[in-house]
């Protein structure tokens, strides 16, 4: 929040002067602990050496290093440069995390369903000799707190958030997104009762941007605790020249139920205008954040009347936000009774937040203010991994001490889920651990039973590792357990009778070979140093005989790399199993052509879907279904079914076409199945989804695409369409391009799908290919290809630039409201008019290159010309994308924009007394206080140790 621009300096100046009082706070010496004090507090100071926490003299809180808080980063000092006198001493040491992409801090002995005060310090003091302040982003849990973004060495910035804490436990995360490495100089947190602040709940925290107490006639007199029992910090704004300062020495009670329960010292205190005929009138501005373009306000501010009014005194105002009633009626300050007015759903959509409090009609005296906060509110709707497996994946990384990227949520976000596990993502229920690979991890000691608490899990690899002991009998109680490898430890015992009646019943595919001391049956062990004799493996090498036609040479299909020439699937997995057809009715009519990628049974597709568990989609083929090979590998496996109106020839065709082509642009397939009456193919899995839901906004991430990411994604596609057209021979014509066919991947990588249509056509020619039926998807079909029945590559370049068209607008191919309008007629009628803004897609708020995105729409309405002959090819669609990013990229890290606390002018800092007798410069918010009166920039947080 921020006060109108002062024509002076000084105000701000007389803050810095006053605050920079040094005290050094230490007395006695604790045990460092882990968990919260007598009164729930816990305070750590990031980066201290030892193990001895440290005790504040005034106000008796303690301060403990944070070794037992996290097992990751190293202590860091700040440079000497740095060190002055004022500096707090919790300021002259940090923690970073330059290996890890995620890095967290485990605040535990809560009290679930609880709402806590949590802050988060950073002081850069240029500790890395570096001189380049780092940018990062901080999650509370698996939610977005805000991005970190520090502008100076000399100033340190300070996050609070509200939140509620769903379990016993929170974790506060810091990110690396490739702009520096993070670090922290100090974490605390603070309960609140379940009735304060009804603003921040089980979907939406509170993120504070200031929190000031008017009416102090010092500037150092900051309140916390123990005057505040919460230890929020009300700073003080003192200028006598603007206005009047009212006090009282009387306590000020809180009414009944009070929300926000604001201190009586706090209360005290309050400001009139000098000049009773003016207004009180503050304002913020909006900070959009890159992940919230558009983000909402809470606004709380405090009322007490300190004056015993005469009889014919009334003190009565109207409180506007600009220009309309922030309270319905006029109001009126109890006599040393606390009160407050408030919004309770945030306030979004607007640049300002004009706050005006002025006296009615009827009032003989001027408004009042005693003190006010505003929030910005932060989503917390993103779902943790369910706990029972995250107390079992926890245990199991304490016992063994892995050392990979275990840190912070096991599955949530999906870009930095743990190295080694596989999860599943429901929408209705929270994620789910369906996959450990813990091979080769040197794992030591014997099976541990929190293995048996990952109810979900599908696949654990356990193998080359030294672990010893008997396998525990418990794991057979996995119901969803297919696989279960051990081999290469150093395991005793017998195989118990619970997992060999699992094998027998083929449920199981258990791996023990080169155990040396492990019992294969009841009586007598046997040296296993091959593969186990009961390893059941889900597909055996089964050799078919080709059927070859003659003319298999004029047609045969394959696809070549653009620059590594031509490919061919020379290397085939173990258990591939040939299959040879004839297709008919298309350019492969006259060919036979085998699969060189693996055959499945229906039976192994039972296993590796778990009996069809799990259900990602739905096509014109069939369901498709989640999978999991032996190897952990998640997979997709489309089944057809009965009712499908794809048949067997179009599933001849895309099994082939997969089997042949290979780009990074294409979704790859890992096998077939054709099994009597059943079919199948089994390919990557693609966790993203389809384009077309986070067009639409339901991706599941639940957020919206950034014009880079959608270009990018444009330009992937376009590449994999082109090597279908240029790369393949014969050339392939896709058909049936459309946002739901194109996947993407964990990085939000494009991968085109659905081959089942696809057609090959004589480069010769180079015109079309013949067929008879039309195929598409309504709002995709070349016009052109609609009347001559006649495909050709520009009828994939007419479907890209509708797709085209989706990304830039954010809108269906076919329009419904008011009536059924086509996107390209749509958005050729607003661009003829010049209205770019009228046609991009509002959620991106503006945050892309104008010159980028009238390239694409050019693109896009080139693409879509009713002439094929006036469409560009696809190489050029890719060459002209290619330009679309790079101008997006030229505008300097896609629009960077200042959130949180961070100051505008790294060359304006200002002082902040902590009131535990240590002082720091500390940066001004970039959204602060400003008011109408001159009354210089107010700080919204303190600094020091008394921030902890």
């Known amino acids: 929040m921020e006060q109108s621009t002062p024509t002076t300096m000084e105000p701000a100046r007389s803050w810095l002067l006053l605050l920079c009082l040094a005290a050094v706070a230490t007395a006695g010496v604790l045990q460092a602990r882990a968990q919260p004090d007598s009164i729930g507090f816990i305070s750590v100071d990031c980066g201290f050496p030892g193990t001895a926490s440290y005790v504040d003299d005034t106000t008796k809180l303690s301060y403990a290093p944070d070794a037992a808080f996290t097992d990751a980063g190293s202590n860091q000092n700040i440079s000497a440069v740095y060190i002055t006198p004022k500096l707090g001493k919790r300021y ?33 003091g240029n500790y890395d000799g570096l001189s380049r302040p780092p940018i990062f982003d901080l999650y509370v849990g698996v939610n977005f707190w805000s991005m970190v973004n520090i502008t100076s060495a000399d100033s340190p910035v300070i996050l609070e958030a509200i939140v509620l804490v769903p379990d016993d436990f929170v974790q506060v995360c810091l990110v690396n997104t490739g702009s520096g490495t993070p670090f922290i100089s100090g974490l605390d947190l603070r309960p609140l009762k379940s009735s304060l602040y009804p603003q921040a709940n089980a979907t939406q925290g509170l993120v504070l941007l200031g929190r000031i107490n008017f009416g102090p006639t010092d500037d150092t007199d900051i309140v916390r605790y123990p005057d505040d029992p919460h230890d929020r910090f009300w700073f003080p704004w003192v200028d006598a020249n603007s206005w009047n300062s009212l006090s009282t020495t009387l306590r000020v009670q809180n009414i009944d139920n009070d929300l926000f329960e604001a201190p009586s010292k706090v209360m005290q205190t309050a400001i009139t205008p000098r000049n009773a005929s003016k207004n009180i009138e503050f304002r913020w501005d909006s900070e959009p954040q890159p992940k919230d373009p558009t983000p909402g306000y809470i606004g709380i501010m405090h009322f007490s009347e300190l004056q015993l009014l005469s009889g014919n005194a009334v003190r009565q105002f109207y409180i506007n936000l600009n220009g309309k009633p922030w309270y319905p009626k006029a109001f009126t300050p109890e006599y040393l009774y606390s009160d407050a007015t408030y919004n309770s759903n945030p306030y979004r959509g607007l640049a300002r937040y004009n706050i005006s409090i002025n006296a009615t009609a009827n009032s003989t005296l001027p408004p009042i203010i005693n003190a006010v906060e505003v929030f910005s509110v932060i989503s917390t709707t993103n779902v943790a991994t369910d706990s029972q497996d995250v107390s079992a994946i926890t245990a199991i990384k304490q016992k063994y001490h892995v050392q990979k990227n275990w840190m912070g949520d096991p599955c949530v976000p999906k870009t930095l889920a743990w190295d080694g596990l596989t999860c599943s993502y429901a929408i209705s229920s929270p994620p789910r651990i369906t996959a450990v690979n813990l091979s080769f991890s040197g794992l030591n000691g014997d099976i541990s039973t929190s293995f048996t608490n ?29 696989v279960l490898d051990l081999t290469g430890n150093q395991l005793n015992g017998s195989i118990p009778s619970g997992l060999l009646k699992r094998i027998q019943d083929g449920s199981l595919n258990l791996r023990y070979g080169n155990n040396p001391n492990l019992c294969t049956n009841g009586n007598s062990c046997q040296t296993t140093k091959a593969k186990s004799k009961l390893a059941i493996y889900i597909a055996v090498p089964v050799v078919l005989v080709a059927v070859i036609v003659s003319v298999v040479v004029l047609l045969l299909c394959f696809c070549r790399g653009k620059k590594q020439g031509s490919m061919t699937n020379a290397v085939k997995p173990q258990n591939e199993t040939p299959m040879s057809y004839v297709p008919t009715g298309d350019a492969y009519a006259q060919s036979s052509l085998q699969l060189e990628n693996r055959r499945f049974t229906y039976r192994e597709l039972e296993m590796i879907t778990n009996n069809f568990q799990r259900v990602l989609g739905r096509g014109g083929f069939g369901l498709v279904y989640d999978g999991f090979l032996e190897d952990g590998t998640q997979v997709a496996v489309k089944l057809r079914s009965e009712t499908s109106n794809q048949g067997v020839k179009e599933f001849l065709a895309e099994a082939q076409i997969l089997a042949r082509i290979h780009h990074k642009n294409l979704v790859s397939m890992i096998g077939y199945c054709k099994d009597g009456e059943y079919m199948a193919l089994v390919y990557e899995y693609m966790p993203e989804g389809t384009l077309q839901e986070h067009i639409s906004g339901n991706g599941l991430n639940g957020g919206f695409l950034s014009w880079r990411q959608r270009l ?23 058909r049936d391009v459309k946002a739901t066919n194109i996947l993407l991947n964990a990085k939000l990588e494009a991968k085109i799908a659905d081959f089942g249509l696809t057609k090959a056509f004589n480069r010769d020619n180079d015109t079309h290919v013949s067929t008879n039926t039309l195929v598409g998807t309504l709002g995709y079909v070349d016009p052109e290809y609609h009347a001559t029945m006649q495909p050709t590559t520009k009828s994939d370049v007419y479907s890209f630039g509708v797709v085209l068209l989706e990304l830039i607008t954010g809108r269906p191919a076919i329009l419904r409201d008011p009536e059924p309008t086509s996107i390209i007629q749509w958005a050729r009628q607003r661009l003829a008019r010049g209205n770019m803004e009228g046609v991009v897609d509002p959620r991106m708020r503006g945050d892309h290159d104008v010159n980028s995105v009238w390239k694409a729409a050019d693109i896009a309405l080139k693409c879509t010309a009713q002439a094929s002959a006036q469409r560009p090819t696809m190489t050029d669609v890719v060459a002209q994308l290619q330009e679309c990013l790079e101008l997006e990229e030229s505008r300097g890290g896609g629009g960077a924009m200042k959130v949180g606390f961070y100051t505008s002018s790294s060359s304006d800092p200002y002082s902040g007394n902590n009131a535990d007798g240590q002082s720091t410069d500390v940066s001004q918010g970039s959204t602060t206080f400003e008011m109408e009166h001159n009354f210089g920039r107010v700080p919204t947080m303190p600094t020091g140790p008394a921030a902890r």
């Open 454 to 482: 990952l109810k979900a899990v599908q696949y654990l690899d356990l193998s080359h590792n030294n672990l010893t002991g008997s396998i525990p009998d418990s794991l057979s109680q996995l119901s969803s357990l297919t």
């Open 712 to 734: 990018r994604i444009a330009l992937e596609s376009a590449q994999g369409l082109e090597y279908l057209h240029k790369g393949c021979n014969p050339p392939l014509i896709h």
């Open 92 to 124: 002259l040491n940090m923690r970073s995390f330059p290996d890890s992409s995620r890095s967290c801090y485990t605040l535990r002995s809560l009290e679930a369903g609880l709402k806590y005060i949590l802050r988060a310090t950073f002081m850069y």
